[in-house]
């Protein structure tokens, strides 16, 4: 039997400015990654999206990033390795008090953005960021991007982790994500991206931007959010999924 957990990024909108479609995605998730304010999300919206979650028996997550809103936190930042841990740990804890509010505990921790993409070969944020984990909460699950140098340390601190895969993005060789200034970097086609996602849970394989078949472990299954078509594809994996065997659970 395959199973695989679905997560989507959420939260996202910020003030006036509303991204995504958090109220009908949560609907079809087991896990939600929410913005901690910095590269997105406010305490409205933080607030919002946690009792929504406690409605649907959907996970929560912190999706910390860089203190970055004009670039969404996709913009590299140079930092200190106390510089990232603080910022890490003041997220997830801002969206704990949330969490206690409605009587939930957070599930996981996923970096956001270039902290995540950052992530793939550097043990110096990687650390900074397991550190905040580790001395925060060490039940909290570290989602990894596949591949990533994150995982590892994360496993050798002793802390839990979740590999994760991307629905709608494209791979490099080495399974880092395509950079979204690259043409191809993110799949609009909803059947190939649902098909890539079957190859990769059912087989461990992906194709990447290059033609190249690459091994690939997936424990969680992202799709994001803010896309056009983030609504419409949730639901088509649903229905694909349920075809092809795949059960959709918690990690």
């Not at 996202?12 to 991204?19: D, I, R, V």
């Not at 969404?72 to 801002?94: C, P, T, W």
């Not at 039940?139 to 590999?163: F, P, Q």
């Amino acid at each position: 039997m395959y199973s695989i957990d679905l997560n989507s990024d959420m939260g996202e909108s910020f003030g006036a400015y509303k991204l995504g479609s958090d109220e009908e995605i949560i609907k079809y998730v087991t896990a939600a990654n929410v913005a901690c304010g910095w590269h997105a999300g406010d305490p409205m919206v933080m607030d919002k999206v946690v009792r929504m979650a406690k409605e649907r028996n959907v996970k929560v997550g912190a999706h910390p990033g860089y203190p970055d809103l004009l670039g969404f936190g996709r913009r590299k930042m140079v930092l200190s390795h106390d510089e990232v841990k603080n910022y890490v740990k003041y997220q997830i804890g801002a969206l704990a008090a949330f969490a206690q509010s409605c009587e939930m505990k957070l599930h996981h921790v996923a970096p956001h953005g270039a902290m995540g993409n950052a992530c793939q070969y550097d043990e110096d944020i990687s650390s900074a960021i397991c550190e905040a984990i580790y001395e925060y909460d060490r039940d909290l699950i570290v989602y990894y991007c596949a591949g990533a140098v994150l995982g590892e340390i994360a496993e050798n601190m002793g802390l839990r982790t979740a590999s994760e895969i991307f629905a709608d993005r494209a791979y490099m060789d080495d399974l880092s994500l395509v950079p979204r200034n690259m043409e191809g970097s993110v799949i609009t086609d909803e059947e190939i991206a649902i098909q890539r996602c079957v190859k990769m849970i059912k087989e461990g394989k992906v194709t990447t931007i290059n033609g190249k078949e690459a091994d690939i472990k997936g424990d969680t299954l992202c799709v994001h959010g803010d896309g056009p078509k983030a609504l419409a594809f949730v639901r088509k994996i649903r229905e694909k999924f349920t075809e092809e065997g795949i059960e959709i659970k918690h990690v």
